[in-house]
């Protein structure tokens, strides 16, 4: 078979999956904040509701031939899986650095979509694509790896950030497997079962004491909380289609690569310490971006 022309869907469908972590960037860094000043659960909540009334909006809008039961239920997995992700992403990000939290995140959200799809859904990327899938998994390890003399909360931020690796693997491969003709849809449908397993974690959340007692929140803290939501479900959004014009491995790959967002603004920002091993994984998240969308 010949190599794809540079207006091959490849090249579409890459670009979609690279907005898709551009937006998942920044909603992490706006949730992770806001997470800082009131309660983590509350910041999933709102974050999904907010995701859940845009997506309901514009879905009948979208196109498409109309989702199928099957679109309806592989959604709604995504959304469980979505709703796991934030509220420990969230946690973990309220009592840890940022830079380390997103990137352990994406460790697990990318292996497991990209090995089910290579072992499962018989998909064979080009030598050039597992190169770059190889290479992006050390690079977020070496990324999420502290620098000496790292907080003692760190310890437990890396265990929400793993966490929500595995939610986020679900979310991307369960979404993946709705049809073509479902428009949005199944977007919709895991804001729908994101809400609810948000809200039963926060129902579980409210028989604990507060460690710390924090002031209500005021308006604009809900409202940035909700936006959060609303550009993670942009972000899924773009993931959903570049999963349809791409290969599974590619979209989550590249997708996988929101944490360079939060990083930066760590560091940048946040005054968050990088380690030298650190900026290596930084670099060579890049380089495996490249090596992926090679034709």
Do not use: N
């Not at 910041?43 to 979208?62: D, E, M």
């Not at 899986?81 to 994406?106: C, D, E, I, N, Y």
């Amino acid at each position: 078979m010949p190599p794809p022309l540079p207006c091959d869907p490849l090249t579409v469908g890459a670009l979609l999956a690279l907005a898709s972590a551009l937006l998942y960037g920044v909603s992490d860094v706006v949730g992770g904040i806001v997470s800082r000043r009131m309660p983590f659960v509350r910041v999933a909540l709102w974050g999904q509701v907010g995701g859940l009334v845009v997506t309901g909006v514009v879905a009948p809008f979208a196109g498409g031939a109309g989702p199928t039961s099957a679109d309806l239920l592989w959604g709604g997995l995504s959304g469980v899986g979505t709703g796991v992700a934030m509220v420990a992403l969230f946690r973990g990000m309220s009592r840890g650095a940022m830079s380390l939290v997103v990137p352990v995140s994406a460790v697990g959200g990318l292996a497991l979509p990209v090995v089910v799809a290579a072992l499962a859904l018989g998909e064979r990327p080009a030598p050039w694509t597992w190169t770059g899938v190889l290479l992006a998994l050390p690079a977020l390890w070496l990324v999420a790896r502290g620098g000496p003399g790292a907080p003692a909360g760190d310890a437990r931020a890396v265990r929400d950030g793993l966490t929500a690796s595995v939610g986020i693997g679900v979310q991307y491969l369960a979404l993946a497997q709705s049809g073509g003709g479902s428009g949005i849809w199944p977007v919709a449908a895991g804001r729908v079962t994101a809400v609810g397993c948000v809200a039963a974690l926060a129902l579980l959340a409210l028989r604990r004491p507060p460690a710390e007692p924090r002031p209500a929140p005021t308006p604009a803290l809900r409202l940035a909380a909700a936006s959060s939501g609303v550009l993670a479900a942009a972000a899924l959004v773009c993931y959903l289609l570049a999963a349809r014009t791409e290969l599974v491995a590619v979209a989550v790959t590249l997708s996988a690569l929101y944490p360079v967002v939060p990083v930066l603004v760590g560091l940048k920002l946040l005054h968050e310490r990088l380690a030298r091993r650190q900026a290596l994984g930084l670099a060579l998240t890049l380089a495996a971006s490249a090596l992926v969308v090679v034709p």
